[in-house]
């Protein structure tokens, strides 16, 4: 029933599949086993889970409390406070880009617990470097790679782990719910943790103490109860049932996520609302919501509670999609997420922050449809599904790193026009590009089918 699925020609394509919850990591459907308990999947994969939370944790611990330093850091000017926030994102979306290709080929090299302790250990020093030097350039340099670390040896390192030990869809899906709920777990407790000590002292650098000590802790305790799932470490073999050497180069390409946009005219409009969902990604409007709550002297453990909600928020709205879709389809669930989206940006164009998390439930659900759709239209075309979740992925930190100029000229122009909170005009514009990109491809699909029946 267990099954080794990511072997060194895959690896690296495995290691996508964190992006995409929704999506299945099994093979081609063929001589699938037969479905594991529940209960074995959780006790098999309850050490990845409880590190995959943890160091998140240790990422979100210090998100808000970073926000105060800065205000600090910069004598309280907002412009340059909300520019080095995106410079930031500018700087990890680079990081994942050029690293997030090599990273998966680098783990059937080394293994995959290696990587998995190496995150934790590089985020201790880190942290404490904070502590001791509270600067604008320690605070970049700590949420770049601390944020970098999280994304690739944390999830994605997890990704790859399930895909090492669970081949069959109806247990991927299982994985896949659990390894959500230990996602949605980290985002609320983090926050409410750090809005706790914040609340105990006013000092913006306890939260990075608290975090240091997870991460030591994580990282001694972790060298033990963490297991290599990687076959090739296990084996000391890195050749195939049939003999052959499967050792695959660990740089690889970067580029390759344009030829998405070049395969097919309907591959292209895919991409494009992917590419358009991603620029609505709950990080990135998260790190705008910060930006304004400074501005209006939100205190650290207020933002804590808000960042901790919105997380409540996401894992509520992903609980509710599956009916949403049996009942409404596809395309009529999306169009709830976009109208949800414009909504919930209404709200923060007009200041009301608390209320902006009601929508931004199944707002922030909308790019699972987008993802899966550009996935299967790329099987279609011949492409193999982990060599498109690669490029999927790459297009992804692509439009992060893009995202975050943008976002910062659109605040750097809405506060010098008087009105900081305009720069929500930005992504409402956003949405109703997606909006229309969907009608066009609903209408396309309908075309599909009216000819299809007419067909002898």
């Known amino acids: 029933r267990i099954r080794p699925k990511c072997t060194p020609a895959t690896g690296s394509v495995c290691s996508r599949a964190c992006a995409f919850p929704s999506l299945s990591m099994s093979g081609d459907g063929s001589n699938k086993p037969a479905a594991t308990s529940s209960s074995e999947i959780l006790r098999r994969i309850a050490p990845i889970l409880a590190h995959q939370s943890s160091m998140l944790t240790i990422s979100l ?95 994605t390192m997890a990704a790859i782990c399930y895909a090492d030990l669970y081949d069959a869809e109806v247990d991927a899906r299982t994985v896949n719910e659990f390894s959500n709920t230990a996602a949605a777990s980290g985002m609320v407790f983090a926050p409410l943790l750090s809005a706790l000590l914040l609340r105990r002292s006013s000092d913006p650098r306890l939260p990075y103490i608290a975090s240091a000590v997870i991460a030591g802790a994580h990282a001694w305790v972790a060298r033990g109860f963490l297991e290599e799932t990687s076959r090739i470490r296990r084996t000391g073999s890195d050749s195939g049932a049939d003999g052959s050497s499967k050792k695959q180069p660990i740089l690889r390409p970067v580029w390759d996520f344009v030829r998405l946009f070049t395969l097919s005219a309907r591959c292209r409009v895919r991409a494009c609302l992917f590419t358009l969902h991603c620029m609505l990604e709950g990080k990135i409007l998260q790190d705008q919501a910060s930006i304004l709550q400074l501005s209006m002297d939100w205190a650290a453990d207020l933002r804590s509670r808000w960042t901790a909600g919105f997380g409540l928020a996401m894992s509520a709205g992903g609980m509710l999609m599956q009916p949403l879709r049996s009942r409404l389809s596809e395309h009529g669930a999306l169009r709830v997420c976009h109208l949800a989206s414009l909504n919930a940006l209404l709200a923060l164009l007009g200041g009301r922050f608390w209320l902006a998390l009601l929508p931004f439930s199944l707002a922030q659900q909308r790019r699972a449809a987008s993802s899966a759709w550009l ?48 720069m929500f005009l930005l992504p409402i514009a956003v949405v109703a590009l997606c909006e229309i990109i969907r009608v066009h491809m609903a209408r396309e699909s309908k075309a599909v089918v009216a000819d299809r029946r007419q067909e002898p």
Request: hydrophobic residues 50%; contains cysteine; proline residues 5%.
């Open 61 to 155: 611990l210090t998100l808000q409390p970073r926000s105060q330093l800065l205000m600090q850091a910069l004598k309280g000017d907002t412009v340059a406070v909300a520019k080095q926030i995106n410079r930031g994102a500018t700087l990890v979306g680079l990081c994942e880009l050029f690293l997030s290709p090599s990273f998966g080929a680098f783990s059937d090299r080394v293994g995959r617990k290696p990587l998995m302790l190496l995150a934790p250990l590089l985020a201790l020093p880190l942290k404490l470097a904070v502590v001791l030097r509270p600067s604008a350039n320690i605070l970049l340099i700590e949420r770049v790679l601390g944020d970098a670390l999280r994304s690739m040896g944390g999830a």
């Open 375 to 422: 996935i299967t239209e790329t099987g279609h075309l011949s492409i193999g599904r982990g060599e498109a979740v690669g490029w999927v992925t790459s297009l992804r930190a692509a439009v992060d790193t893009v995202s975050a100029v943008l976002y910062q000229r659109a605040y750097r122009t809405a506060f010098k026009r008087g009105n900081p909170f305009n």
